[in-house]
């Protein structure tokens, strides 16, 4: 090869302030003070990437919110496990969450939060013997639950709801299908047959169980086809719920329900490709925005409460 020499001195360039740049002083954090508000931590935070987005998926929720449009929550059941539903209750109360969809197990654990105040069994130690899920109370009472509900023509989020705050159970003030059941907003389960421990039991009858879930599948695409202008937020589902949303999301389009301008927003500790595709992208193309979220619920989902809180405390 021939040896050709390069005289860099030679070198196009071109002045530093001509040039676009993704970063810059101005969108810096600014220096915190040890008394903090919450608007004040999120007006200082930087202005990139996740602090931004954050901020953006807050202002979407508060819009909606001003402009009487839903915001619903779709949730797998590690939400309830780590003890956020105090915050997802009050923006509830608050009327910024108008509906919430909830995968099989999300029932199984609020329901033993109600009945016994504590819930999450270590499966390792119950696997080997064949104990794990075999809690008598879990099975029997929530089967029967989901029974009574098929006979009344419910869906089996509104029949576990009603289970637990007519029977007073004793920690039902801190139960979301009960809670929700007493202020009549829509809770949807959408189960996977196997999946969930009441499903061993004597007590289930898949019949019932199917027909309850079918019921709040048709209820949950009627929310669905409510949200243009609203947002979608899809908090610690990987599989099921992203699978249901974007069937919901398919079936009203199908019947002509227009759902332009939808936010939606994946929150979840991993990054996971159904949620990001079925939630965040797919639904979103053309018309709307999608946002993730990526960090452990126990500290993202409240600092996103406490930033809604915020400006409607303004």
Same mark, same amino acid.
């Given at each position: 090869?021939?040896? %050709?020499?390069?005289?860099?001195?030679?070198?196009?360039?071109?002045?530093?302030?001509?040039?676009?740049?993704?970063?810059?002083?101005?969108?810096?954090?600014?220096?915190?003070?040890? +008394?903090?508000?919450?608007?004040?931590?999120?007006? +200082? @935070?930087?202005?990139? @990437?996740?602090?931004?987005?954050?901020?953006?998926?807050?202002?979407?929720?508060?819009?909606?919110?001003?402009?009487?449009?839903?915001?619903?929550?779709?949730?797998?059941?590690?939400?309830?496990?780590?003890? @956020?539903?105090?915050?997802?209750?009050?923006?509830?109360?608050? +009327?910024?969450?108008?509906?919430?969809?909830?995968?099989?197990?999300?029932? %199984?654990?609020? =329901?033993?939060?109600?009945?016994?105040?504590?819930?999450?069994?270590?499966?390792?130690?119950?696997?080997?013997?064949?104990?794990?899920?075999?809690?008598?109370?879990?099975?029997?009472?929530?089967?029967?639950?989901?029974?009574?509900?098929?006979?009344?023509?419910?869906?089996? #989020?509104?029949?576990?709801?009603?289970?637990?705050?007519?029977?007073?159970?004793?920690?039902?003030?801190?139960?979301?299908?009960?809670?929700?059941?007493?202020?009549?907003?829509?809770?949807?389960?959408?189960?996977?047959?196997?999946? /969930? %421990?009441?499903?061993?039991?004597?007590?289930?009858?898949?019949?019932? %169980?199917?027909?309850?879930?079918?019921?709040? =599948?048709?209820?949950?695409?009627?929310?669905?086809?409510?949200?243009? /202008?609203?947002?979608?937020?899809?908090?610690?589902?990987?599989? &099921?719920?992203?699978?249901? =949303?974007?069937?919901?999301?398919?079936?009203? *389009?199908?019947?002509?329900?227009?759902?332009?301008?939808?936010?939606? &927003?994946?929150?979840?500790?991993? *990054?996971?490709?159904?949620?990001?595709?079925? &939630?965040?992208? *797919?639904?979103?193309?053309?018309?709307?925005?999608?946002?993730?979220?990526?960090?452990?619920?126990?500290?993202?989902?409240?600092?996103? &409460?406490? #930033?809604?809180?915020?400006?409607?405390?303004?």
């Amino acid at each position: 090869m021939e040896d %050709i020499k390069l005289d860099k001195r030679k070198l196009a360039t071109y002045s530093l302030a001509s040039r676009p740049s993704k970063v810059s002083v101005n969108r810096f954090a600014r220096k915190l003070n040890g +008394k903090e508000s919450v608007a004040g931590l999120l007006d +200082k @935070l930087p202005g990139f @990437l996740a602090a931004d987005d954050l901020k953006n998926v807050i202002n979407a929720i508060i819009s909606a919110h001003q402009h009487q449009h839903p915001t619903l929550l779709g949730m797998g059941a590690h939400a309830i496990k780590v003890g @956020l539903t105090p915050l997802i209750l009050q923006l509830v109360e608050k +009327k910024v969450i108008h509906g919430i969809a909830l995968n099989g197990a999300g029932i %199984i654990h609020d =329901f033993e939060l109600a009945f016994a105040g504590h819930t999450s069994e270590e499966v390792a130690d119950g696997i080997t013997a064949g104990n794990f899920g075999m809690a008598q109370e879990t099975g029997e009472l929530l089967n029967r639950a989901i029974l009574l509900g098929d006979r009344e023509g419910l869906g089996l #989020g509104t029949a576990i709801g009603k289970m637990i705050w007519e029977e007073k159970l004793p920690h039902r003030e801190l139960s979301l299908l009960g809670q929700c059941y007493r202020m009549q907003i829509p809770v949807t389960v959408h189960v996977a047959l196997g999946t /969930d %421990i009441i499903h061993m039991h004597a007590a289930a009858d898949g019949a019932a %169980i199917g027909r309850t879930s079918f019921r709040d =599948f048709d209820k949950f695409c009627t929310m669905v086809a409510q949200l243009e /202008d609203g947002v979608y937020i899809n908090l610690g589902s990987a599989v &099921v719920l992203p699978e249901v =949303f974007l069937k919901a999301i398919s079936l009203v *389009r199908n019947l002509g329900h227009q759902i332009n301008n939808l936010t939606t &927003v994946n929150m979840d500790f991993n *990054r996971h490709y159904r949620s990001f595709e079925n &939630v965040v992208k *797919r639904p979103t193309l053309g018309s709307g925005h999608g946002y993730q979220l990526i960090g452990h619920h126990e500290i993202m989902f409240p600092l996103l &409460v406490a #930033g809604i809180l915020a400006q409607l405390d303004e």
